[in-house]
T-cell receptor, first 111, second 116 residues
Framework: DTAVSQTPKYLVTQMGNDKSIKCEQN?????MYWYKQDSKKFLKIMFSYNNKELIINETVPNRFSPKSPDKAHLNLHINSLELGDSAVYFC??????????FGAGSRLTVL | AQSVTQLGSHVSVSEGALVLLRCNYS??????LFWYVQYPNQGLQLLLKYTTGATLVKGINGFEAEFKKSETSFHLTKPSAHMSDAAEYFC??????????????WGLGTSLAVNP
């Protein structure tokens, strides 16, 4: 069983489209995250939810909207995609002491 | 405020040689420190962590790191590199038990190449 699974693994889409990435964790963790990793491997936290409550909301365009229907799921919806949104998006879940378990990533390419 | 500096964005070693990846941090409170590894086309996974107690921590795949408070460092080492160690390595810090421990501060990563 995959601990943190995110779908789809690859997304190729046109500028201006809307897309979603889904994430599910079966570890029983209370906290989930979305990270963006650019082409230089730089990791930037975007959002974090603790038990369905938004606790971290970094400076991210409001075209990005996270949704957590329950503590095992954290989805990311992106409106009006731009070229600069091309990146790998990682979902993660966390236990105490900030130990994170990451998903395999969703590579988004905006053409 | 906290920050993490990884010295050297690219490190290249020969197979069998010592691996040393450097990480320095700044923190106004006792930190928790982490090393994560990212193999090509995969997510990150925890190599090892320091929270409290013994300052030399051992992780997976033969890696270890030593917390040196006086030097504000948490360098990652492995005595003998293996080809399979080629990956991106990230150092991270969080404020530990006294602060908001849900937000990790990440270094920019060090890409390790292992030559045959």
């Amino acid at each position: 069983d995959t601990a943190v699974s995110q779908t789809p693994k690859y997304l190729v889409t046109q500028m201006g489209n809307d897309k979603s990435i889904k994430c599910e964790q079966n570890l029983g963790h209370d906290t989930m995250y979305w990270y963006k990793q650019d082409s230089k491997k730089f990791l930037k936290i975007m959002f974090s939810y603790n038990n369905k409550e938004l606790i971290i909301n970094e400076t991210v365009p409001n075209r990005f909207s996270p949704k957590s229907p329950d503590k095992a799921h954290l989805n990311l919806h992106i409106n009006s995609l731009e070229l600069g949104d091309s990146a790998v998006y990682f979902c993660a879940s966390g236990s105490g002491a900030n130990v994170l378990t990451f998903g395999a990533g969703s590579r988004l390419t905006v053409l | 405020a906290q920050s993490v500096t990884q010295l050297g964005s690219h490190v290249s070693v020969s197979e069998g040689a010592l691996v040393l990846l450097r990480c320095n941090y700044s923190s106004s409170v006792p930190p928790y420190l982490f090393w994560y590894v990212q193999y090509p086309n995969q997510g990150l996974q925890l190599l090892l962590k320091y929270t409290t107690g013994a300052t030399l921590v051992k992780g997976i795949n033969g890696f270890e790191a030593e917390f040196k408070k006086s030097e504000t460092s948490f360098h990652l080492t492995k005595p003998s590199a293996h080809m399979s160690d080629a990956a991106e390595y990230f150092c991270a810090v969080s404020p530990g038990a006294t602060g908001n421990n849900r937000k990790l501060i990440w270094g920019l990563g060090t890409s390790l190449a292992v030559n045959p």
